[in-house]
């Protein structure tokens, strides 16, 4: 029922106002009797693992902040990013080529999905680190007319490079899925004005249609951000061993202690992935600007004060108001 501020204007003809209504929520023991539970299981889940020599807290906190381990953090956030930066342009690409009126672009960019969404990421990146064997040298120019560069490539050390092209490359597959399912959601409306006002093909999708598509396509975009962190733990396939996972794991083969070693990745790992959520809200929020006709609290009490109101009447959520503002007459 609409609440009514105690400065509210008198009814129409000078009526008192009915009294409040006296609401008396609801009990709901169930509800109660659950939490009691959860919060239980909880308490004794923290008391075993407090008490259970076997997580030895004191190598914990020993290696939480040690140097290699926060070095290998830096390194995982650089694969992360520049893996995501790669795979994002890509997806792009691949995701044009499949909207493409083209069917070479359309069967190219077909073909790519199918191989690397059909593949293990693990198997592609052993793949990836088996690269110098399978092509021993690289040969950039004209082919049959001349050679502008020529690379041994058996004799360079580039797992880095090669753990930041398996994991993007995997991850454009995905990253053109996702794009090509935020362009799809814009209105074939927008393209027709588009085509109207002389554009052509390439200039309505990134004027107009991409622009657009955004709403829809930061969401999944920030998930496959989280995953990648998470995915980086797989680059010991290439072999590469300086990220988090990797550091770790090189430590806990020293002083034989693999489960504090664990939970100091996954302390770490939870502590970046907390902070891209965080970036992802507000990134989503921002980009979900103008989607819903609701206005919030702030955007109600700014037109009632422009208004000169003195009394706001907010009406249920399930209602819309007579008038901009929240008033109801």
């Known amino acids: 029922m609409p609440a009514v501020s105690e400065g509210a204007d008198p009814a129409p003809g000078g009526a008192a106002e009915p009294e409040a209504i006296k609401a008396i929520p609801l009990r709901r023991p169930g509800r109660w009797i659950a939490a009691i539970i959860v919060l239980v299981l909880l308490g004794l889940f923290v008391y075993g693992a407090a008490t259970n020599s076997a997580f030895a807290w004191d190598v914990y906190g020993q290696y939480l902040f040690d140097r290699r381990i926060s070095a290998a953090a830096w390194v995982t956030i650089q694969l992360t990013v520049l893996s995501m930066v790669l795979a994002v342009v890509l ?3 691949l995701a044009v080529m499949r909207l493409s009126p083209n069917p070479v672009l359309r069967t190219s960019a077909w073909g790519y999905l199918w191989i690397f969404r059909g593949t293990p990421v693990y198997v592609q990146l052993v793949l990836w680190g088996l690269f110098p064997s399978i092509y021993k040298t690289l040969d950039l120019g004209i082919p049959f007319v001349h050679q502008f560069v020529h690379i041994e490539l058996q004799g360079i050390e580039a797992a880095f490079l090669f753990a930041i092209i398996g994991l993007g490359l995997n991850e454009a597959a995905y990253m053109a899925e996702i794009v090509r399912a935020g362009v799809s959601s814009v209105s074939e409306g927008q393209s027709e004005a588009s085509t109207a006002l002389g554009m052509s093909w390439s200039q309505t999708m990134r004027r107009t249609v991409l622009p657009q598509a955004m709403r829809v396509i930061i969401p999944p975009t920030g998930n496959e951000l989280i995953s990648m962190l998470k995915t980086t733990s797989l680059v010991i396939a290439v ?7 990797g550091r770790q794991r090189d430590i806990s083969a020293v002083n034989f202690q693999p489960i504090p070693l664990l939970l100091v990745a996954a302390t770490w790992y939870l502590a970046i992935t907390s902070i891209l959520m965080i970036g992802q809200y507000y990134l989503e929020r921002y ?11 702030r955007q109600l009490q700014a037109l009632a004060d422009a208004q000169g109101k003195p009394a706001v009447i907010m009406p249920p959520p399930d209602t819309l108001p007579d008038v901009p503002g929240g008033e109801r007459r």
């Open 287 to 297: 980009y979900s600007r103008g989607l819903s006709r609701t206005l919030t609290a």
């Open 239 to 245: 072999p590469y061993s300086e990220e988090l996972f």
């Open 91 to 93: 997806g792009v690409v």
